[in-house]
């Protein structure tokens, strides 16, 4: 499987209308600049310390220069269009929005006391990436466009790089700790959910095993304190029981 671009008018409507909220947000930061940024994108330190917590949603969606916006929707329409049937809509919003958001716990935690926002839908493209390499791990892929490779060993290596980024350039302008956080987060949730469906499904309890603990239960009642203890709904099951199995009980 190769990835490949779509129409816009063949992408699913979830797909299709994130990389509208895109476009929007770009817009609109074009239009505010900070003032857009500091109370709708993610600022840790208002985050953490305001409780700020719509900025955990709110952050993807904005963007800041052509070139973001550009290829966080270039990655939202080469995966969604693959990612959102095989999900279904609802669930790949959910996701989408889900690994943006643990995105941003993850960034917040790192640097609780960063006023520098973080803006930008990479953390949930990212993790849209962890799902098209947990989904089709043997998918050939084309790394930064130049280097063929599966998806399993593209996500291994920018998990690893993405990593070495954060620990090493802990001042950049580039969240890489918030691309670890989306991508690490999408790998997280749907391997929980596979082992979750492969739970051994409890067997039912056998018919005939219940209705026998239920005649022992009701002749340990006639031992100790006689038939004329049980009820005519009981003394009815017992002599059911004798006539499907030959005899009284």
């Avoid at 409507?13 to 994130?18: E, F, Q």
């Avoid at 290596?157 to 670890?180: C, D, N, Q, Y």
């Avoid at 987060?185 to 469906?197: D, K, P, S, V």
């Amino acid at each position: 499987m190769r990835l490949s671009a779509a129409p816009l008018n063949e992408l699913p409507p979830v797909t299709k209308w994130l990389a509208g909220l895109f476009f929007a947000g770009w817009l609109a930061e074009l239009a505010l600049g900070f003032k857009l940024n500091f109370y709708f994108g993610l600022v840790p330190f208002n985050f953490v310390s305001q409780f700020w917590l719509w900025q955990a949603f709110t952050y993807i969606l904005i963007h800041a220069g052509f070139w973001h916006f550009l290829f966080n929707a270039f990655m939202l329409w080469m995966l969604g269009r693959i990612l959102e049937p095989v999900m279904g809509s609802r669930k790949f919003l959910l996701y989408f929005f889900g690994c943006g958001a643990a995105a941003a716990l993850v960034t917040a935690a790192w640097a609780p006391d960063s006023l520098r926002p973080v803006i930008g839908a990479s953390g949930a493209v990212y993790g849209l990436l962890g799902a098209f390499a947990f989904l089709y791990p043997q998918a050939q892929v084309s790394f930064y466009f130049l280097f063929p490779m599966s998806a399993r060993t593209m996500a291994l290596l920018l998990g690893a790089l993405e990593f070495v980024m954060t620990v090493s350039r802990p001042g950049s302008g580039i969240s890489s700790i918030t691309h670890l956080g989306g991508l690490a987060a999408g790998l997280l949730w749907l391997w929980g959910e596979r082992r979750w469906r492969q739970r051994p499904a409890r067997p039912e309890p056998d018919p005939a095993v219940l209705e026998r603990a239920e005649i022992d239960r009701l002749l340990e009642k006639i031992s100790a304190k006689g038939q004329a203890a049980l009820s005519r709904a009981e003394l009815k099951k017992l002599d059911e029981y004798a006539r499907k199995n030959g005899g009284r009980a």
